[in-house]
């Protein structure tokens, strides 16, 4: 929780510094937010269309910067190396001070529980309970007459497939994030841990051993926050869009 209140402040400290002197021509910290906000909204408006991005890209960019940074913060020495020995038991392994925010399965958890409510709260008042219905047992492809009719019990039964798949979003999506990042913050630590195994130069190998896995981290860790945003983005634009715009 701390790690994440100290991603929260610096998001906040970058964006005040780059809305504070805003120029006509962007420069420093105002061209780099704004080339990042234009480029997230023009994405997400080809996922979900321009109704549904005006209405929920608070949501998805906000998502997407906090795991981010989040993620690239982890990536701060200090971050995970800092320990105590827990207070009363001497001989304790020591515990991290300092965690990165998603190598801890509850802030995933979490911010996969806020986009199911706000996906459900959006789903109603866009297409409402019985479009959702329709859209999920409902018969495709503009079938009519008997033929309809016919194939009505097989679209109930993928149907039913469809809601299992809808609340184990709940379960996928957190544990790709926290899986991702946790499995990077091991690599780090067993590669590190493998150069000082070696006699003699075990400090500069443990050194430079983990650089290049470092560096993959940081498009790790750029990748899953993309990755999460527009999963979500998609989950939505498909629950949400209206026929007219579905194309």
């Known amino acids: 929780m701390l790690v994440s209140w100290i991603v929260t402040l610096v998001i906040i400290f970058m964006v005040r510094a780059a809305a504070g002197k805003v120029a006509m021509v962007p ?9 990042m906000i234009e480029t997230l909204y ?8 321009a109704h549904l991005t005006r209405k929920t890209f608070w949501f998805f960019a906000s998502i997407f910067l906090f795991i981010l940074f989040s993620n690239w913060l982890s990536l701060v ?13 001497p001989h304790a392994h020591p515990v991290g001070l300092l ?6 399965l509850n802030m995933p958890l979490a911010l996969a529980t806020l986009y199911g409510v706000l996906w459900l709260y959006w789903s109603i008042t866009e297409v409402g309970p019985f479009g959702m219905a329709q859209h999920i047992f409902g018969v495709k492809g503009g079938l009519e007459g008997a033929l309809k009719w016919m194939l009505m019990p097989i679209f109930m039964a993928v149907g039913l497939i469809e809601v299992i798949s809808i609340l184990f979003r709940q379960i996928s999506l957190p544990l790709r994030l926290y899986g991702n990042i946790f499995a990077g913050e091991n690599l780090l630590e067993t590669m590190t841990h493998l150069g000082n195994s ?13 650089l290049p896995f ?8 750029f990748v899953q926050a993309l990755v999460f945003m527009l999963l979500t983005a ?3 634009g498909m629950m949400c869009q209206h026929e007219e715009e579905a194309h």
Request: net charge negative; proline share 7%; glycine share 14%.
């Open 234 to 236: 998609v989950f939505t």
């Open 214 to 221: 470092y560096f993959l981290e940081i498009l790790v860790a």
């Open 198 to 210: 070696f006699p003699g130069i075990g400090h500069l190998i443990g050194v430079l051993l983990p």
């Open 77 to 89: 020495p200090l971050i995970g190396n800092l320990t105590v020995v827990p207070a009363g038991e």
């Open 27 to 35: 420069l420093g910290m105002q061209n780099f937010f704004e080339f």
């Open 42 to 49: 023009e994405t997400l408006e080809g996922i979900m269309g």
């Open 99 to 104: 965690r990165a925010v998603n190598s801890d």
